[in-house]
């Protein structure tokens, strides 16, 4: 199972699930949000990494452990960068079997407007863990209110 979990920059989290069952994507706190990921659940680990935060003078390193999760994809936002995520489902169909099949897409990526232009760079998480890497929307949905920053 792949669920995401925002890292802020003062070391603190809010997991997809949290305590109570559902965090939410609308209360990721944005103004402190400097990476986020794709944890999928059903892999067992013990491993560890380091991140480098930079405040605008000095660069601020941490360690962070994941027990029992493994990160399969992060994202890491520089300033001015804002979180795009959707999960679309989409239909698998077998063509030997003819068999259909539901199937999920992480998009997970981020926007940001340099020079009045809209940047984008988006990321297709297939449930495997393969990942695809695009410039843009095709067909943009409509960003929430609280993905506007």
Do not use: C
């Not at 706190?29 to 991140?51: C, H, N, P």
């Not at 994809?73 to 003819?98: A, D």
């Amino acid at each position: 199972m792949l669920v995401w979990k925002a890292y802020y920059s003062d070391g603190t989290f809010l997991d997809q699930y949290g305590v109570n069952g559902k965090s939410g994507y609308e209360n990721i706190d944005r103004t402190k949000l400097f990476m986020f990921a794709i944890i999928d659940k059903t892999v067992v680990t013990d491993e560890s990494f380091a991140v480098a935060v930079f405040d605008g003078k000095n660069y601020d390193t941490r360690r962070m452990v994941n027990k029992q999760e493994r990160i399969v994809f992060r994202l890491h936002f520089e300033e001015g960068q804002r979180l795009i995520y959707r999960i679309i489902g989409i239909k698998k169909l077998n063509v030997r079997t003819l068999e259909e099949r539901d199937n999920h897409l992480i998009m997970v990526g981020w926007q940001q407007n340099i020079n009045g232009k809209n940047i984008q760079s988006l990321n297709y998480i297939n449930e495997d863990g393969s990942i695809e890497q695009t410039g843009k929307f095709v067909n943009p949905p409509a960003l929430k209110e609280y993905e506007l920053g």
